[in-house]
């Protein structure tokens, strides 16, 4: 079993930057990817960013040159630095960790409001 914990999210305004991190705890050797969703209102979940165990890092392309993702040396951590904020990244954020081929592991989500 996994256990992730989110920190960070909140209110922010258009332009500005916030920083997500997730830790997770338990079977952390089992983890092969890590990294984080988002649900928008009246929207599907959708990738933004995650890590392979190997280091590859993925990018939704709504994010790429505005969001970095990040981690610990000991891979238990990852941070999601949001950088130049748009309306359109208000969701809920959720932590995500992959033991298998999907992602089975989440975290209970983190709002992120953007204001204009």
């Known amino acids: 079993q996994v256990q992730l914990v989110e920190a960070g999210g909140g209110l922010v305004q258009a332009g500005g930057s916030l920083r997500l991190s997730c830790t997770a705890s338990?079977?952390?050797?089992?983890?092969?990817?890590m990294g984080w969703y988002r649900q928008a209102p009246g929207k599907q979940r959708e990738s933004v960013a995650f890590?392979?165990?190997?280091?590859?890092?993925n990018y939704a392309d709504t994010v790429k040159g505005r969001f970095t993702l990040s981690r610990t040396n000991a891979k238990n951590t990852v941070y999601l630095q949001m950088n130049s904020v748009k309306a359109e990244d208000t969701a809920v954020y959720y932590c995500?960790?992959?033991?298998?081929?999907?992602?089975?592991?989440w975290g209970q989500g983190t709002q992120v409001t953007v204001s204009s």
């Open positions: 995500a960790a992959r033991t298998g081929s999907i992602f089975n592991y």
């Open positions: 890590i392979t165990s190997g280091g590859k890092i």
């Open positions: 338990g079977s952390i050797f089992d983890i092969n990817a």
